[in-house]
């Protein structure tokens, strides 16, 4: 059975770093192009990035580019992403998906 | 950046009845390569995201039937011919042919 899950998130200040990650099983996961969306408390959900199997393309949305890196490691069926410089918007609850397979999410928490 | 325009926001249902939400983007969502990338997901309460529907009208494995999706260019609609207790949360659709990929603000079907 497909899976996905995430880890890393919590609570931390304005500026800081974090560096959320997702294992995969029950799937070839190096055959899938994945993507990071989070949702904020309450709201919708927002794409935030993405790559290409191989890892060789990326894509960001603009509240995020230059300050989240997305990257995966195919060998050992893991997709990261690092995020610089959080601001009180990046609030969310951040899931892993390829879209045919979602995890059930991390809570990432920005607040002084 | 592509938006993707929901219609109604809230749909109050009676089981065993149809119902629609319509989706509209801001530009076509008619790809190069022949395809129309316009996914429907469905958020149960206290749930990760599920994809219905892809490339406007092709049900995932497991979906019902009673769900089908249809559209093209900028207008979409995801029916529910018969709606079921199960049915209730909310409905995104989200666009994939541009970047960044974009979702609607979604659609909260409740039952009368």
């Known amino acids: 059975q497909e899976r996905l899950v995430e880890s890393g998130g919590g609570l931390v200040k304005p500026g800081e770093s974090l560096r959320l990650s997702c294992e995969a099983s029950g799937f070839t996961f190096s055959d899938y192009y994945m993507s990071w969306i989070r949702q904020p408390p309450g709201k919708g959900l927002e794409w935030v990035a993405y790559?290409?199997?191989?890892?060789?393309?990326?894509f960001y949305a603009d509240s995020v580019k230059g300050r989240f890196i997305i990257s995966r490691d195919d060998a050992k069926n893991f997709l990261y992403l690092q995020m610089n410089s959080l601001r009180a918007e990046d609030t969310a609850l951040y899931y892993c998906s390829s879209f045919d397979f979602w995890g059930r999410g991390t809570l990432v928490t920005v607040s002084s | 950046d592509v938006v993707m325009t929901q219609s109604p926001l809230s749909l109050p249902v009676t089981l065993g009845q149809p119902a629609s939400i319509s989706c509209k983007s801001s530009q076509s969502l008619l790809y190069g390569d022949g395809n129309t990338y316009l996914n429907w997901f469905h958020q149960r309460p206290g749930q990760s995201p599920r994809r219905l529907i892809y490339?406007?009208?092709n049900r995932d494995s497991g979906v019902p039937d009673r769900f089908s999706g249809s559209g093209s260019g900028t207008d979409f609609t995801l029916k529910i011919s018969r709606v079921e207790a199960e049915d209730v949360g909310v409905y995104y659709c989200?666009?994939?042919?541009?970047?960044?990929?974009?979702f609607g603000q979604g659609t909260k079907v409740e039952i009368k």
């Open positions: 790559i290409r199997s191989g890892g060789g393309t990326k």
């Open positions: 989200m666009q994939g042919t541009h970047w960044p990929q974009t």
């Open positions: 490339k406007v009208s």
